[in-house]
């Protein structure tokens, strides 16, 4: 058993030192909970008696998705298998990413369905009100409920080694951590990443800014939030909320939305109508220049005070988000020390076996990684992918990945490979593309939730899809259908020849294999 001392709930210095040391407050029931799970206090684990010559067959750095499902995977399938995490381990998903932003945006939509219910038939008499601290204490509650999946008692009791400290590479097979030299057969790095500041914004640097490690904490609904990038984190947030009640504007360097990654233009027009319909206002073509910091406000429920220039407008706000996108954890990690090669900011460089290019008993996985999808179930793939590779001597491809990816903004924005003509038109890729409007789709009609639309592309003149673009309520569930039929080369015929069960909003997939089939079909004349 491990030692450690518990997270109490309203213990001052303990909530000092969640607060500055992991970016956690308040230190309620719920967080206490959280992080007896993902940092327990003073944790020292029973493997920190190993000594001398033991030496782990994978050692990973890092303990978000890519280092939990590297480790423990390695240690269920019988290999001498250690974690090192320094804060929390869940790492953002868990804790400042996908988890509590999901649980706001379930929240905002509470809003628009009450207030839609008159469409329905449901009268709600009243005025509606957000009662936001009940929202965030909803949003602890069952990111606590969740944690135990990442929590170090599981990790450990899958076999895992779990080292509460900082790890550093020391040599090509040694890792330093809590200054105590660990020797690896094999490292996986999965530091992830933090969200990266610009620095052309004058003032930016010392003005009381919002990312998303600090924004799940708040405890009073901001009257006018600003946020800086129009990328899934701003989307998914400003519409959450726009919702919940603040007056959001974004700051989008861009003509369009997704314009930067060749994202569908349809698919772009159709979120920012959806996002402005909820209040969301769009400065497009725009960049922030200065911000000047009017009040610090106490971290607490005092909100600071900013004024934010932008062309020739100024604006003030109480929260300004910075979601400029992601750089890559590669500093002081001893990279240099183990021969291996990394980019700033884009991160660690691998090969199509996700293998260092430099030094071939390290991998490397997820966000630290450079030139791949910043998302949790890419690091669990990479994880996967690394274990195999580097236990099994196998010889799986990143190449070979089919991932998906979701804004899960109302209607939500789902994308598969090549999900744009403009997007096949870079890549020199000839392409058909078959299209299907929810207008017609009958389940869309009756759940009041018929805009949006299926594209899905294939290489031109034949049905091997290249990619897909779903705009719907739940284009997340439905991309998966596209998604399993890339990985196994099922064409576009196979789709239209899948009964979907009638009425679902999935039959709007069918309904471009049925398009393709129609096309090709022999005429009877
Ligand atoms: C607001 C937001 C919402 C998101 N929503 C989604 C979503 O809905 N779906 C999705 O798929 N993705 C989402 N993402 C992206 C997702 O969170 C990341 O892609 C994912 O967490 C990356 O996992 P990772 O393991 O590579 O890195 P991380 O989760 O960043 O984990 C790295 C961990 O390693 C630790 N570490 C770093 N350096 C060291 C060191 N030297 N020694 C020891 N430990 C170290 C860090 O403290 C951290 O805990 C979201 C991101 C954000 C910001
Ligand atoms: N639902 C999900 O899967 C989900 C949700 C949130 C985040 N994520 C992942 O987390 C990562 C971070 O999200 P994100 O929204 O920060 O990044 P992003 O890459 O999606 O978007 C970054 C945005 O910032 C803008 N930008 C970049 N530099 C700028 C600058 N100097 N000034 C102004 N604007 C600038 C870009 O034009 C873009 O609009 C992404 O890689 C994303 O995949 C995933």
Known sequence: ????????????????????????WPLDEYNCKLLNEVHPRNYVSNANK????????????????????????????????????????????????????KALIRSARAVAQVRRAAEFGVIVSGEVTVDFEAVMARLRRLRATIAPADGHPGTEQAGTHVY??????????????????????????????????PSSIDGLQDAPFTTNENLFNLQVLPPRMIILGSGVVALEMAQSFALLGSKVTIVNRSSRLFESKLGDDEAAN?????????????????????????????????????????????LECECLL??????????NCGLEEANVDYELGKGVKVNDYAQSVSNPSVYAVGDCCAGVPR?????GEMAKLVVQNSLANDEWKLSSLVVPAVAYTEPEYATVGIASEEQAKKQGVACDVYKTSLEHNDRAILESSNIGFVKILVKKDTDDILGATIVAERAGEMINEVSLAMKNNLGLYAIGRNIHPYPTTGEAVMGCGVQYINKHLPRLD
């Open 270 to 314: 159709l979120i920012q109508n959806q996002l402005e319909k909820d209040g969301v206002t769009f400065l497009s073509s725009s960049t922030a220049q200065k911000v000047e910091t009017i009040n610090p406000g106490d971290g607490n429920k005092k909100l600071p005070l900013m004024k934010v220039t932008v062309g020739d407008k100024v």
């Open 50 to 101: 190993k000594e001398g010559s033991f030496v782990y067959d994978l050692i990973a750095i890092g303990s978000g998705a890519g280092g939990l499902v590297s480790s423990k995977q390695s240690a269920r399938r019988g290999a001498k298998s250690a974690m090192i995490t320094e804060r929390l381990a869940g790492g953002d998903c868990l804790n400042v990413g996908c988890v509590p932003s």
């Open 1 to 24: 058993m491990a030692s450690t001392s518990e997270w109490t709930p309203g213990d001052v210095e303990q909530a000092k030192e969640a607060r500055e040391k992991l970016d956690i």
């Open 322 to 331: 910075v979601a400029a996108g992601r750089a890559a954890n590669v500093e």
């Open 164 to 197: 509460q400290g900082r790890g550093r590479l020391t040599g090509p097979n040694t890792v330093e951590v809590n200054g105590k030299t660990l020797k690896f057969e094999k490292c996986v790095l999965a530091m992830g990443g933090r969200p990266s500041i």
């Open 375 to 379: 998302l949790t179930h890419m690091s």
